[in-house]
T-cell receptor, first 112, second 109 residues
C-alpha cells in the first residue's frame, strides 16, 4: 500500500518549458489536492478535485492547469514555467469530507 | 472559510508541555478543527481533530472552549523530534482545504 505517490521527485526546467506532475493514490480517495510550498512558508492550495472528472481553483491557480481523468490520478500542469513557480509541490488526498489528508513526499521544482 | 491565526514561532525545551493556540473567530457551526504536523522536506501529517471540548489521542490533546473561537494543541513532554511546523485548519463540509502559515516549534535540549 503506497498511499500517495508523486512523480518526479525533482525537476529542473528552463523558463517557458512545460511539464506535468503526477499524483497517484491507491486508497480509492475521492478528494485530491495540489499545494505549493515556498521556502519558510506555509502550504498554498493551487487546485483541487472532489471526484473523477471534476476540478476547482484554490488560492493560487494562475499558471497551472489540472486534470482528474481517473479517480486515482491528479495531474498538475505548467504550460509555460516561470521562475516564480520554483517551489516544492505537494499532493494530498482524502476519503470524505471530514477525513484527514494524506500527503505525498513532494516534488522539488526549480525553474531557471 | 474561517480564517485562522497562529503564532509564527515558539521555542521550548525537552520535557516541557507545549501549548499552541489557534484563533478562528469566524468559525461556523459545522466547522471542525484539525491540526497537522510538518517536518522539513516532508508533507504534513494529521495529528488530531475535534469539534468541541477536549480530544486526546496518543500524541496530543486538543482543547476547544465553549465559544469555539480558538483551539489549543497541547503536546505533552516534547522531545527534540517534535521540532516541526504545526498547522491549524478549520473547515466543515467544504472541500477547500487551505493551510495558514503555521507555527514553527523549536525544541531545545
Amino acid at each position: 500500500n503506497a498511499g500517495v505517490t508523486q512523480t518526479p521527485k525533482f525537476r529542473v526546467l528552463k523558463t517557458g518549458q512545460s511539464m506535468t506532475l503526477l499524483c497517484a493514490q491507491d486508497m480509492n480517495h475521492e478528494y485530491m489536492y495540489w499545494y505549493r510550498q515556498d521556502p519558510g512558508m506555509g502550504l498554498r492550495l493551487i487546485h483541487y478535485s472532489v471526484g473523477e472528472g471534476t476540478t476547482a481553483k484554490g488560492e493560487v491557480p494562475d499558471g497551472y492547469n489540472v486534470s482528474r481523468l481517473k479517480k486515482q490520478n491528479f495531474l498538475l500542469g505548467l504550460e509555460s514555467a516561470a521562475p516564480s513557480q520554483t517551489s516544492v509541490y505537494f499532493c494530498a488526498s482524502k476519503d470524505s469530507l471530514r477525513e484527514k489528508l494524506f500527503f505525498g513526499s513532494g516534488t522539488q521544482l526549480s525553474v531557471l | 472559510l474561517a480564517k485562522t491565526t497562529q503564532p509564527i514561532s515558539m521555542d521550548s525545551y525537552e520535557g516541557q508541555e507545549v501549548n499552541i493556540t489557534c484563533s478562528h473567530n469566524n468559525i461556523a457551526t459545522n466547522d471542525y478543527i484539525t491540526w497537522y504536523q510538518q517536518f522539513p522536506s516532508q508533507g504534513p501529517r494529521f495529528i488530531i481533530q475535534g469539534y468541541k471540548t477536549k480530544v486526546t489521542n496518543e500524541v496530543a490533546s486538543l482543547f476547544i472552549p465553549a465559544d469555539r473561537k480558538s483551539s489549543t494543541l497541547s503536546l505533552p513532554r516534547v522531545s527534540l523530534s517534535d521540532t516541526a511546523v504545526y498547522y491549524c485548519l478549520v473547515g466543515d463540509d467544504n472541500n477547500d482545504m487551505r493551510f495558514g502559515a503555521g507555527t514553527r516549534l523549536t525544541v531545545k535540549p
